[in-house]
């Protein structure tokens, strides 16, 4: 069994910064590939990024490139999205979520690549 705990959702103004963590435990973090995904209200869960279990490789969605940064320290057993710049419409419920395998060598945007998730941690930006 595996528990995420998000933290450090927040109200903000439009261009402000927030960083959310998702704190880990219950199996080996260090070896899973980690993603960040957001729903927005009345909306699909959507992919914001992903990083490999070995910080060998990042991706992010397009929506979210050059604004967000995902960052992991196994050490610690969080993963971190820094999120700068934000805009109205980024306002969603984030949750972090573990990949289904250990030591994959490609990461996913697809929800179902992911076997564990995190209650959510809301982030409203306002104009």
């Known amino acids: 069994q595996v528990q995420l705990v998000e933290s450090g959702g927040g109200l903000v103004q439009a261009g402000d910064s927030l960083r959310l963590s998702c704190a880990a435990s219950?199996?080996?973090?260090?070896?899973?590939?980690m993603g960040w995904f957001r729903q927005a209200p009345g909306k699909e869960r959507e992919f914001v990024a992903a990083?490999?279990?070995?910080?060998?490789?990042?991706y992010y969605a397009d929506s979210v490139k050059g604004r967000f940064t995902i960052s992991r320290d196994n050490a610690k057993n969080t993963v971190y999205l820094q999120m700068n710049s934000l805009k109205p419409e980024d306002t969603a419920a984030y949750y972090c979520?573990?990949?289904?395998?250990?030591?994959?060598?490609?990461?996913?945007?697809?929800?179902?690549?992911?076997?564990?998730w995190g209650q959510g941690t809301q982030v409203t930006v306002s104009s």
């Open positions: 990083i490999r279990w070995n910080v060998g490789s990042i």
């Open positions: 979520a573990a990949d289904v395998a250990p030591f994959r060598s490609s990461l996913s945007k697809l929800r179902g690549e992911y076997e564990y």
């Open positions: 219950g199996r080996s973090f260090s070896n899973y590939n």
